[in-house]
């Protein structure tokens, strides 16, 4: 951010106005920033334009709301949108805006009322058809919930969990329980989607969070989903990240000069002071944090550069590649990864040669080939340094449990 | 914490007998010399086999700097070539660029290393290959560039060295480390060329005759160190004292950063690495399949069918069982008409099966070795100076070298009239070769 505290105010470059801030070299007035940011918004979901054919279904567009700047931002800017829609095409919207804020104070504190926070958001916006809140424990409780997870993480373990809590507090490390919550918050997402009828999900990452997550899905051995997650054409919903080209600083502007700092709530659960006790995120997003600084054009690179990725469907099918899909993620899971792993992390001892290293694998594809690398990872570091699979009975096991002998 | 579980805390997490000595830094396993030793060993040597790295009778050239990496690739491949008889002639290759004090040094090593592996030894320097040293020419130039330069002459000088011992395939000591920061880096920068290709374990270049290999892409720095010190290796320790760029730098911190917070992430990025396709060259890659679908040609078909039908066992590849029934299964039995492997299935060695698919883009003859210089590759052109493989008429190193010469004190290629590349982007594609 760099707002002027001097009256030697530069004129804004668009209207020669007094500036109030400066991004990319250029020095804007409140106005003009607000239209820039806009319209590359705007550009993005320029397909949810009034549709005047008769009968035509005015589409439903989620928007996942966390009270972050970014996904505040989204909001603020797609109900400007609407409202602009409704004042000049006598009431009518080109979308059903719905926005869901997963609360998530069970889990870990928030530094402000969430329920006040939304009470305020929709007297702020009446041009959203809802705001609401969900449960994250809802994930659990729900019958109709993949209990898939719950399945597998208490498979690894000697307890199974009752609520998300233990399920969290089981992963251990803060990268894992991490990357659990995403994916926890994705299925919630795509579940409150389907019951809105939402064709479409609007999420508010900026370019800035964008490039963190092409590095953060590499890091943790799920690049090869980069290209699905962050620049999916096809997906059912739709998934659309209309902030893709505004940078992290100027969401942050942006929040600013809309005065909507008063709605930004986050989390209590802070980033440790040590790095060694961060997560793999947070780790990432220090990083361009510091990077950004000298060198302003990275963020920008990584996106456009992995932008150039193929989906990960389109060479598993040109290369005729069987992948089932993760029983936690619901990513791709490659039938390799485990036997890959195993390879290059040898689990055995000098004098256990052959028979053993064959049998070793056998026990352990069952449950491995149903999750992808990225989350075969995510158990093992949370199971402290072992990777210790669960293995389906042997015969002499079934025996001594069940033979009258 | 029940005294049991304690006094089995207190034993190799492997093999539950000998008492640990180290923390295994790609698990945290707590393991004892001879178990770290042996999965250490393995790795390499299963890296080595699921790519049909080497083939018996192959002379195979190591880069040697004298440092821990490729000292450390120097004794595992002498140990493994025995332990699994890989029926490999290894030789060192070392380059003397003339850096005072860091290259002398390093190279008395190798010379070490020569007698205490058995090893034919070749030095290359840059001072006789060129006329400049890199001492000369960072007097000239400052240290702007100067890993340009260096990149540049000593890629060719390790093909030449190659050449000369008549070697077509050079393997190099970098490790995991190095290729999960070339992941990020790609990433960072932007170098979409190169994304999709730099973890490969084999590198084909299509203007050098020489195929490089990196036996230790899955192998952690931290290991090679610690697996130095525990055999007790000699290797020289001090880093090159021309430094690379400050923003690899900072992929690096970042690497060290994920490591600390999760070892298994240097692997975990170079997977990450292994899976990225581009649109672009995946478009091309249904396009020709289509063609192959559309047109079943059966010479196009692999060569190296025949080995499975071959009583002969190589003893190499004897420890991985189905190596190559991956590709044979989609080869008619009758499709053979390459002369080489219709010969009788006894003769096993005369061409490279075992070597990887593409080092058939290489110009080797019928004992291994390259026709110095003469090339079936892509790049057809020859440097007018010195015979170098080069698409311009002059190669990278005699435009650098004439600027030297010249006494220019800049670098200045991008107003060549012989490079179109910028020089920004020739140092990027020059950076990683370093060995
Ligand atoms: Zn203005
Ligand atoms: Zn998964
Ligand atoms: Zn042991
Ligand atoms: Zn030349």
Redesign the pocket.
């Known amino acids: 951010m760099t707002t002027h505290t001097t009256d030697s105010v530069a004129p804004c470059k668009r209207c020669q106005e007094p500036s109030v801030l400066i991004s990319r070299s250029e020095p804007f007035c409140k106005k003009c920033f607000v239209k820039f940011v806009q319209y590359k918004q705007k550009k993005r979901m320029e397909d949810y334009k009034v549709n005047y054919t008769p009968g035509a279904k005015v589409p439903d567009v989620l928007l996942p709301l966390s009270f972050g700047r970014s996904s505040l931002a989204l909001l603020d800017m797609v109900a400007d949108m609407l409202r602009f829609q409704s004042s000049t095409h006598g009431g009518r919207q080109g979308l059903h805006l719905h926005a869901v804020h997963i609360d998530e104070t069970g889990i870990h504190g928030m530094d402000g009322d969430v329920q006040e926070t939304l009470q305020n958001l929709r007297a702020k916006y009446p041009e959203c058809s809802t705001i609401t809140s969900v449960k994250l424990e809802s994930f659990l409780e729900d019958p109709s919930v993949n209990r898939e997870v719950v399945k597998i993480v208490a498979s690894t373990s000697t307890v199974s969990p009752n609520n998300t809590k233990e399920l969290l507090a089981m992963l251990v490390k803060r990268t894992p329980q991490q990357d659990m919550l995403n994916i926890i918050r994705l299925k919630i997402i795509e579940k409150v989607a389907r019951d809105l009828n939402c064709t479409t999900i609007i999420w508010g990452h900026s370019m800035t969070r964008l490039a963190e997550l092409v590095i953060s899905l590499t890091a943790k051995g799920r690049g090869n989903t980069i290209s699905d997650i962050l620049f999916s054409e096809q997906s059912e919903p739709r998934i659309l990240y209309p902030l893709n080209e505004v940078l992290g600083s100027e969401v942050a502007d942006y929040i600013q000069v809309q005065s909507l700092d008063q709605f930004v709530l986050s989390s209590l659960s802070r980033r440790p002071a040590t790095t060694k006790l961060q997560s793999i995120d947070e780790l990432v997003n220090q990083y361009f944090v510091s990077v950004e600084q000298g060198f302003p054009s990275v963020v920008s690179t990584v996106v456009k550069t992995a932008a150039k990725l193929a989906p990960s469907s389109a060479v598993y099918e040109s290369r005729q590649l069987e992948v089932s899909t993760c029983k936690i993620c619901g990513g791709p899971a490659m039938p390799d990864s485990l036997e890959w792993l195993e390879k290059i992390t040898v689990n055995f ?2 004098s256990a040669d052959g028979l053993q290293e064959n049998q070793d694998h056998q026990e352990s594809k069952d449950t491995s080939n149903e999750l992808c690398y990225g989350c075969i990872t995510l158990f093992k570091d949370s199971m402290v340094s072992e990777l210790n699979w669960p293995k389906r009975s042997t015969k002499e096991e079934v025996l001594a449990e069940y033979s009258l002998e | 914490m029940s005294d049991s579980v304690k006094s089995s805390l207190r ?8 008492k ?1 000595v180290l923390k295994r830094p790609k698990t945290g396993q707590r ?6 030793y042996y999965v250490f060993e393995t790795e390499i040597h299963n890296t080595i086999t699921d790519a049909k790295l080497f083939y018996p009778g192959e002379r195979v050239a190591i880069g040697a700097s004298g440092g821990k990496d490729s000292t450390v690739l120097a004794y595992v491949l002498k140990t493994l070539n025995e332990r699994y008889n890989y029926g490999v002639e290894f030789v060192l290759l070392s380059i003397d660029e003339g850096i005072h004090g860091y290259r002398d040094d390093s190279l008395e090593t190798v010379k070490r290393n020569k007698l205490q592996y058995d090893m034919d030894l070749e030095i290359v320097s840059y001072g006789d290959l060129y006329g400049w040293t890199m001492d000369q020419i960072v007097a000239q130039i400052g240290m702007k560039n100067n890993c340009t330069y260096c990149g540049v002459f000593r890629r060719q000088a390790l093909d030449r060295g190659s050449v000369k011992l008549g070697i077509s395939h050079v393997v190099t000591g970098h490790n995991a480390d190095d290729m999960a920061e070339t992941v990020l880096m790609n990433l960072l920068r932007g170098d979409t060329a190169r994304l999709d290709r730099c973890t490969e374990i084999v590198t084909d270049s299509t203007d050098s005759p020489v195929k490089r290999s990196k036996p230790l892409k899955y192998t952690y720095e931290k290991e090679i160190v610690l697996y130095a010190h525990y055999k007790k290796l000699d290797y020289f320790t001090t880093e090159c004292t021309y430094s690379p760029e400050a923003f690899r730098g900072t992929a690096r911190a970042l690497i060290k950063n994920l490591e600390a917070v999760r070892p298994s992430s240097i692997i975990d990025v170079i997977r990450s690495g292994e899976s990225f396709v581009l649109k672009r060259k995946l478009q091309d890659e249904i396009k020709k399949a289509a063609a192959a679908t559309a047109v079943a040609t059966p010479a196009t078909a692999p060569s190296d069918s025949k080995v499975i039908n071959s009583k002969t066992t190589v003893p190499m590849t004897s420890t991985t069982t189905n190596t190559y029934t991956n590709t044979s299964t989609t080869v008619e039995p009758t499709s053979t008409t390459n002369p080489a492997s219709a010969t009788t299935s006894t003769t096993i060695t005369t061409m490279p099966k075992s070597a990887p698919p593409t080092s058939t883009h290489h110009n080797i003859d019928s004992k291994g070795a390259p026709l110095p210089f003469t090339t079936t590759t892509k790049m057809r052109g020859r440097c007018e100076r010195c015979g170098y493989l080069s698409n311009n008429k002059l190669c990278k190193a005699c435009v650098l070298l004439e600027g030297l010469n010249a006494g220019r004190a800049k670098l200045d290629i991008a107003g060549s009239q012989d490079v179109s590349k910028g020089s920004a982007l020739l140092s990027k594609q020059l950076e990683t070769l370093s060995f």
Do not use: G
Not at chain 2, 31 to 36: E, N
């Open positions: 001892p000098p | 034993l190799c997490q492997l093999c539950n007998a000998e640990p393991l004892c010399k001879s178990c770290f």
